[in-house]
């Protein structure tokens, strides 16, 4: 069965300190990892996803096959990226989406 | 282009009551979903329309009904509300399974 674990429910770092969103699945096959992001009372809204590599806000993930993992990173956190956080799967042939828990990203000035 | 567009944004339901969420999207998506967020326990899948004419249920399908009305709207129903469906809903689209997923703004619903 597919899951997506984020072993961390809330992360404080300073403003201009590194950030590190852990991601870890379980999937036998080949899966498509996605980044959410929902600012505060907003819609969730696409961060990144993995098939694209590309960096959005500062923001970049890869996946690591062998530790299946899809960490979020950003080199330099800004207050404006307080926000919670989802790590999503989608596994092959269209199945649907499993979603993290979420880890709650807490910038402070 | 309003995306997914949901109503309604808040509602305070009776015990035992009845109510429908609407939702509509102008992406010409084929697959739609409902979704309830919980604190701690992320997102929930509570049903889901792979294409027009088809429902399945998602992980926590039990207390409510959906509606694949055509291809843009996708309604949820609860038949007899109950505390524990006191939750944020979410509907969103893709344009087949799998793909991206866009959100609506969500529905804040209270059953005391």
């Known amino acids: 069965a597919q899951r997506v674990t984020q072993p961390e429910k809330l992360l404080s770092v300073f403003k201009g300190a590194p950030v590190e969103l852990k991601c870890n699945y379980s999937y036998s096959g080949s899966p498509e990892l996605f980044w959410y992001v929902q600012y505060s009372r907003q819609r969730l809204q696409l961060l990144l996803r993995?098939?694209s590599r590309e960096s959005i806000k500062g923001f970049t993930a890869d996946l690591n096959k062998g530790e299946t993992s899809f960490h979020l990173k950003k080199p330099f956190a800004q207050e404006e990226d307080s926000a919670m956080y989802y790590c999503a799967l989608s596994g092959n042939y269209g199945q649907n989406f499993v979603f993290g828990p979420g880890t709650r990203l807490s910038v402070l000035p | 282009n309003a995306g997914v567009t949901q109503t309604p944004k808040f509602q305070v339901l009776k015990t035992g009551q009845s109510m429908t969420l609407q939702c509509a999207q102008d992406?010409?998506?084929?697959?739609m979903y409902w979704y309830r967020q919980d604190p701690g326990m992320g997102l929930r899948l509570i049903y889901y329309?792979?294409?027009?004419?088809?429902?399945d249920k998602g992980e926590v399908p039990n207390g409510y009904n959906v509606s694949r009305l055509n291809k843009r709207e996708f309604s949820l129903r609860l038949e007899s509300a109950a505390p524990s469906q006191t939750s944020v809903y979410f509907c969103?689209?893709?344009?087949?399974?799998?793909?991206?997923?866009?959100f609506g703004e969500g529905s804040w619903l209270t059953v005391v």
């Open positions: 969103a689209s893709s344009e087949w399974p799998g793909n991206t997923i866009y």
């Open positions: 992406m010409n998506h084929n697959s």
């Open positions: 329309s792979a294409s027009e004419g088809t429902t």
């Open positions: 993995h098939i």
